[in-house]
């Protein structure tokens, strides 16, 4: 597996750890620390491909949507999910890891099948595909968010949980508009 998100923190808390194990005979805290980057790392990994995946189906979206509706909330996604991919630059870089060069193999699949609608039926499946992702994506910011024991990387992860939670509030209302199931919001901690 790629690096670790903080290699640098996790030495220096490993030879603090084992400085400490001579004097107090407790378990090691490494191991959570540990766990806690993989899990930084796992997290950053599949947010960096949501954001190329979120970009891919966006771009597909200005090019079939007749909706005025459905075409700003693509261009948001775009502009927003670079963003986020820049934010998260630094971290991916820490721990090894190369952005994405293409869609995930799902959002291929889900390309294939919005690539054969058009109108009506292309637009709500979009939403639709739309509403179940980022409501998703929010749950995966959230747990992120409260899990990660590294400050500058937490805040990073709370300022997209904010931009993902803006974007399934946008696409709810786009939904509720096109007679399209929303997703429920989860309230702020």
């Not at 999910?81 to 721990?95: G, V």
């Not at 639709?128 to 990660?148: C, G, N, Y």
Request: net charge neutral.
């Amino acid at each position: 597996m790629k690096s670790t998100i903080f290699p640098a923190m996790l030495a220096l808390a490993v030879i603090s750890t084992a400085a400490s194990a001579f004097a107090q005979p407790k378990p090691p805290a490494t191991r959570d620390q540990a766990s806690t980057a993989r899990q930084d790392t796992k997290f950053l990994e599949k947010a960096n491909q949501g954001n190329v995946d979120e970009i891919e189906l966006a771009q597909l979206a200005l090019q079939k949507s007749n909706s005025d509706d459905v075409k700003n909330f693509a261009q948001r996604m775009i502009h927003d999910h670079n963003m986020l991919m820049e934010n998260m630059k630094q971290f991916a870089n820490q721990a090894g890891l190369q952005p994405p060069s293409h869609p995930s193999a799902a959002t291929a699949a889900a390309k294939a099948r919005l690539e054969a609608l058009s109108g009506e039926a292309f637009d709500k499946a979009y939403i639709k595909a739309m509403v179940q992702d980022h409501s998703k994506d929010l749950a995966e910011f959230r747990t992120e968010a409260k899990t990660t024991g590294y400050p500058a990387f937490k805040s990073a992860v709370e300022q997209g949980e904010q931009v993902v939670r803006e974007h399934l509030e946008m696409i709810n209302q786009i939904a509720k508009k096109n007679g399209v199931a929303p997703a429920p919001v989860p309230a702020g901690d």
